[in-house]
T-cell receptor
Framework: GAGVSQSPRYKVTKRGQDVALRCDPI?????LYWYRQALGQGPEFLTY????????KSGLPNDRFSAERPEGSISTLTIQRTEQRDSAMYRC?????????????FGSGTRLTVV | KNQVEQSPQSLIILEGKNCTLQ??????????LRWYKQDTGRGPVSLTI?????NTKSNGRYTATLDADTKQSSLHITASQLSDSASYIC????????????FGAGTTVTVRA
């Protein structure tokens, strides 16, 4: 697509439920990054993929968070047993090459609210 | 501890005035530094990107400077407009193969008529 697409735009879920957030990167982009941004704070790196391989998941807060990119394109970030502290804007970004000097494009994000 | 610190946290300026935002970083080794503008409810949009060898770069009314020795960058907005109201985020990357982006917390700029 023309840009990085994320869905849903907004998600309200009850505490304890699982949620799956989707990121559709720019076609052909090799690298895909997930990060989240709490209200009034700067972004926080979560995890990163090159093609289908998850390169680093050290930014994931705990084992309730997982991400996959099985075919090297669309990625899903899953949060199990959601908690209120998970509420944030979740964004992804993609870049055409592993070298970030070639630039990356951010998606508009999914606003997650856990009630 | 965040490796990218931005200041001020927020500022309010009158339309037509200039302002300067600061970004100090400790990320090392340094590859490049980018300034992004993030409108409310939107994803960040790139304004400038600078490598260690670049001292200044402009994009319209936005001018970014970089001092790689002191690890400081600034973003200067000239003749501010109401549409400049947004958060401005400084993002630093290490070596060219480093993927772990280091974000500043951002500076929220409000331009008033």
């Amino acid at each position: 697509g023309a840009g990085v697409s994320q869905s849903p735009r907004y998600k309200v879920t009850k505490r304890g439920q699982d949620v799956a957030l989707r990121c559709d990167p720019i076609s052909g982009h090799v690298s895909l990054y997930w990060y989240r941004q709490a209200l009034g704070q700067g972004p926080e790196f979560l995890t990163y993929f090159n093609y289908e391989a998850q390169q680093d998941k050290s930014g994931l807060p705990n084992d309730r968070f997982s991400a996959e990119r099985p075919e090297g394109s669309i990625s899903t970030l899953t949060i199990q047993r959601t908690e209120q502290r998970d509420s944030a804007m979740y964004r992804c970004a993609s870049s055409p090459l592993r070298d970030l000097n070639y630039g990356y494009t951010f998606g508009s994000g999914t606003r997650l609210t856990v009630v | 501890k965040n490796q990218v610190e931005q200041s001020p946290q927020s500022l309010i300026i009158l339309e037509g005035k200039n302002c300067t935002l600061q970004c100090n970083y400790t990320v090392s080794p340094f590859s490049n530094l980018r300034w992004y503008k993030q409108d409310t409810g939107r994803g960040p949009v790139s304004l400038t990107i600078m490598t260690f060898s670049e001292n200044t770069k402009s994009n319209g009314r936005y001018t970014a400077t970089l001092d790689a020795d002191t690890k400081q960058s600034s973003l200067h907005i000239t003749a501010s407009q109401l549409s400049d109201s947004a958060s401005y985020i400084c993002v630093v990357t290490r070596t060219s193969n480093d993927y772990k982006l280091s974000f500043g917390a951002g500076t929220t700029v409000t331009v008033r008529a």
